[in-house]
């Protein structure tokens, strides 16, 4: 399995905090991901990297902001948390472009 | 642009063949395809690449029509373990690494 570590696993927390998930990649890709899963919307892609400080916006990024100042962790925020981003997000790995995506096990965030 | 999946839901008895589309509106340069299980992350089937290949191992295969951006992927005498979600995700150019999945096949495998 690839080396990709999602956390927390679960998390709960009330509207307007934020929110930090981490995926931490022992891998060394290049490439790394965040996707939020939500039932009849399949997997939709909300912020990904191709480098250390290169990021770019996906399809549903407005809320959530990412960072990533090492390979190995790519960050993601949601500055004030609604019940909108209650979802499971994943985060996902990939060493070039169309290539193979490895999947962390996933988070599953509740916002009350 | 999400793909478009047909069909949303499919249920099978063991032994019988199912096939799953993906199309876009998009010119695309790769078409992947994965499987997820209830409660468990995504995991790559294949990936099929601008050039109109097909792939396959053991009895599930792909194939990738760039012209009409569309990939269909073939699952043959299927199998309990075939149960799960399948999506299709695009990359539209080569300089691009951005991932875009469909909104997912079920597909039910009955004994």
């Known amino acids: 399995d690839a080396g990709i570590t999602q956390s927390p696993r679960h998390k709960v927390t009330e509207t307007g905090t934020p929110v930090t998930l981490r995926c931490h990649q022992t891998?060394?890709?290049?490439?790394m991901y965040w996707y939020r899963q939500d039932p009849g919307h399949g997997l939709r892609l909300i912020h990904y990297?191709?480098?250390?400080?290169?990021?770019d916006k996906g399809e549903v990024s407005d809320g959530y902001s990412v960072s990533r100042s090492k390979t190995e962790d790519f960050l993601l925020t949601l500055e004030s948390a609604t019940s909108s981003q209650t979802s499971v997000y994943f985060c996902?790995?990939?060493?070039?472009?169309?290539?193979?995506?490895?999947f962390g096990q996933g988070t599953r965030l509740t916002v009350v | 642009q999400q793909p478009v999946q047909s069909p949303q839901a499919v249920i099978l008895r063991e032994g019988e063949d199912a096939v799953i589309n993906c199309s876009s509106s998009?010119?695309?340069?790769?078409v992947h395809w994965y499987r997820q299980k209830h409660g468990e992350a995504p995991v790559f089937l294949m990936i099929?690449?601008?050039?109109?290949e097909q792939k396959g191992h053991d009895k599930i295969s792909a194939s990738f029509n760039e012209k009409k951006q569309q990939s269909s992927l073939y699952l043959t005498a299927s199998q309990l373990s075939y149960s799960g979600t399948y999506f299709c995700?695009?990359?539209?150019?080569?300089?691009?690494?951005?991932?875009?999945f469909g909104s997912g096949t079920r597909l039910s495998i009955r004994p």
């Open positions: 998009k010119a695309l340069y790769s």
């Open positions: 990297s191709y480098g250390v400080k290169d990021t």
């Open positions: 099929l690449l601008k050039g109109g």
């Open positions: 996902a790995i990939a060493t070039h472009m169309n290539t193979e995506a490895f």
């Open positions: 995700g695009t990359e539209r150019d080569s300089s691009a690494s951005k991932i875009i």
């Open positions: 891998e060394n890709h290049r490439y």
